[in-house]
């Protein structure tokens, strides 16, 4: 046992499980990520090779709905992890190992990022067609009660804690009117499956049927534009708009020649993909405040700006979302520049 194991009775626990349950001796577990939420990996080595312990505490997080996707994924073709192992009750699997390549700081090189786009963008499709019902049936459905109660992160987390303000009540009423505006705008797209975090953090480089697709547990049966706009305004990676805009309507009319009944027409196409991305951009908001905050991660909120920038073009680009524009000019600005010289300097 080494002190990281020594002060970490579960770390101790794993270690036990890979030596003597699954039969890899003193092999050192060496910590490969974290994410988000409550898991962590730990890559470890195997026959020359490497795999991935996945430790999601079961008090915390449930691998089943991780295993569950994987299953599916593979069997459309899609290239992800293998179980090799797994310990539902203690919230462990062992992982086949999709490498270090991040798509994130690959997408830095102007001449390597179109290629990496095109295989992330042939990989959606192929999901999507694969995800189409009933072939995601059993997944839980992204609703209206789903739509909204992510949503409610923002006036909680970014609103009300990041910046301080309160929310009266016609703030609250403009907020009700932008939100079912959202929501309508989701409902009313096709569905398919969605992994949700479809993003540079979440690809990775292979050099055999590239992307590695990784963290897919939250799946849902949703809108088809998700992980589209998921992919095209990354919360990490700013495209050109002009870029976004002509694989965006590529995209549209691959899933068009697939059968999927979506808009022909260029501008409702984009406001149904630009709304999307607003929802989503909303509850990412909440979501990098709250790591913040509850969870002690304060990376995230270097992210913000990036994010609310998304947020502010769509909100000015659209009659519908006036009045929350003028809402983030008129009270937002500010007090999120002096929110974050408070908390990150």
């Not at 962590?40 to 490497?50: A, C, L, M, Q, T």
């Not at 547990?217 to 805009?245: I, N, W």
């Not at 990098?288 to 994010?307: G, I, N, S, T």
């Amino acid at each position: 046992m080494n002190d990281s194991s020594a002060q970490d009775p579960r770390l101790a626990e794993i270690e036990r499980w890979i030596a003597r349950d699954l039969g890899f001796g003193s092999a050192p577990l060496v910590p490969a990520s974290s994410d988000a939420s409550f898991r962590r990996y730990f890559r470890v080595p195997h026959g020359g090779e490497s795999c991935i312990v996945m430790d999601a505490p079961p008090a915390k997080e449930d691998v089943r709905p991780f295993l569950r996707v994987a299953a599916l994924l593979a069997e459309w073709g899609l290239n992800v992890p293998r179980v090799l192992a797994c310990d539902v009750d203690r919230g462990w699997v062992l992982l086949t190992d999709l490498g270090s390549r991040q798509y994130l700081p690959e997408l830095a090189d102007p001449l390597r990022a179109p290629a990496l786009y095109a295989d992330a963008l042939e990989a959606l499709l192929r999901m999507q067609v694969a995800g189409r019902a009933p072939a995601a049936e059993g997944l839980p459905c992204y609703d209206r009660d789903a739509l909204l109660r992510e949503m409610a992160l923002f006036p909680q987390w970014f609103l009300g804690t990041h910046l301080g303000l309160d929310i009266d009540g016609p703030t609250r009423a403009m907020l009700d009117r932008l939100f079912d505006t959202l929501v309508g705008n989701a409902l009313e797209q096709p569905t398919t499956f969605v992994h949700r975090d479809y993003h540079s953090r979440n690809l990775m480089v292979a050099a055999v049927d590239n992307p590695g697709i990784l963290d897919f547990q939250d799946a849902v049966q949703g809108p088809v534009t998700y992980d589209l706009v998921s992919l095209l305004k990354d919360c990490y990676v700013v495209l050109p708009r002009e870029r976004v805009r002509d694989w965006a309507l590529a995209h549209r009319d691959r899933l068009r020649a697939e059968g999927f009944p979506v808009p022909a027409d260029d501008a409702a196409f984009l406001r149904a993909f630009d709304l999307m991305g607003l929802q989503r951009h909303l509850k990412v908001l909440g979501i990098f405040c709250r790591l913040h905050y509850r969870d002690a991660k304060a990376q995230y909120l270097r992210d913000l700006p990036r994010v609310l920038a998304y947020v502010r073009e769509v909100a000015d680009a659209y009659p519908e979302t006036a009045d929350f524009a003028e809402f983030l000019g008129a009270r937002v600005a500010n007090a999120f520049d002096a929110a974050q010289r408070r908390a990150i300097g």
